[in-house]
């Protein structure tokens, strides 16, 4: 439980948080995809060689847009602890991922990271914790991205020194994150494999950032209650962003404007994912099953900022 002598939520609404940079190579940008599935069945895939390779002569390779989840990891490198909110790493759960995108990536290059509260709520027995990250191109001042992340941080409620919990959100009241999955068959469907070596995937994607030991230790994956290491959530919703990329951008990532993301339930590295997709207007509904389990995994939707004639 949080130490309610320590930790006053009413404090923390002017809480500054440092900024961070982050910089990455275009070997990063390789390997995030690598990590993600590109080119995991087919090395020469048409829709996807252009993010590991200089593909036909390009300057440079081309980003996935999920990339930017990874600003949001590099603005908490202490982790998502407040002043005085005490919680266990092992036992936190990633909820959901909001990404804003407004221009493509570079191939390479330094980012400033501005980070604020966005959220926080007691629930008794956890703590919801939203961190919003604006990320800037250090040289020029751009704005690339915004990400807002959700954590649950299992062991760490309790704080509310009333009877009423205590909750905070500065969410704009017309942004509505929760998806209704529609009844009709879905416009595309995209079967795609984890790859035992994703045991590989955990270890692999882990290396562009997330070195959280759930994705890698079997001791401290039993202790949160899992079987053997899962997948990184943010993995599993680059998979599915990929998926809707080939099916309906007819592999133009730019196309992407916005990503929402809730993780329902884990993923096991060798696991088959089914992305199932549904198009209205510019906005793609989406929903991830594991095949294995028939169980839904991840939801949301990818608002898009145009079409293709040929859809």
């Known amino acids: 439980m949080a130490d309610t002598l320590e930790f006053n939520p009413e404090h923390l609404l002017s809480h500054k948080f440092p900024e961070t940079t982050y910089s990455y190579t275009e070997r990063d940008a390789a390997l995030y995809a690598l990590g993600v599935g590109a080119c995991a069945r087919d090395a020469v895939d048409a829709d996807e060689l252009k993010y590991v390779y200089h593909e036909n002569g390009q300057k440079s390779i081309k980003v996935l847009p999920t990339f930017a989840a990874l600003f949001s990891l590099a603005s908490m490198p202490n982790g998502f602890g407040l002043p005085g909110l005490k919680y266990d790493p092992r036992l936190l759960l990633h909820g959901q991922q909001y990404i804003e995108l407004y221009k493509p990536f570079p191939s390479g290059g330094h980012i400033q990271n501005k980070v604020s509260l966005a959220g926080l709520y007691d629930k008794g027995k956890a703590a919801i914790l939203e961190i919003e990250t604006r990320s800037y191109e250090k040289e020029s001042g ?29 969410y704009p009241k017309n942004q509505v994150l929760a998806v209704k999955i529609p009844k009709t068959p879905p416009f595309a469907v995209f079967e795609d494999c984890t790859q035992p070596s ?89 929903q991830a099953k594991v095949k294995e389990r028939n169980r839904t995994v991840l939801s949301g939707y990818v608002d898009l900022s145009h079409m293709t004639s040929s859809l």
Request: with cysteine; proline share 5%; charged share 15%.
């Open 198 to 286: 994703q045991a590989c995937s955990a270890l692999l994607y882990r290396l562009s950032g997330d070195y959280n030991p759930l994705h890698s230790d079997p001791i401290i994956a039993k202790v949160a209650g899992f079987s053997k290491p899962i997948l990184h959530g943010l993995c599993t919703l680059g998979f599915a962003v990929r998926a809707i990329i080939k099916c309906i951008c007819r592999g133009d990532p730019i196309m992407i404007k916005s990503i929402t993301g809730r993780f329902l339930l884990h993923v096991y590295p060798g696991e088959t994912l089914i992305t199932e997709m549904w198009l209205t207007d510019r906005r793609v509904i989406y």
């Open 142 to 170: 751009d704005l690339l991205c915004m990400n807002r992340m959700t954590v649950y941080l299992r062991g760490a409620g309790g704080f509310s020194k009333s009877s009423h919990p205590f909750s905070y959100s500065n």
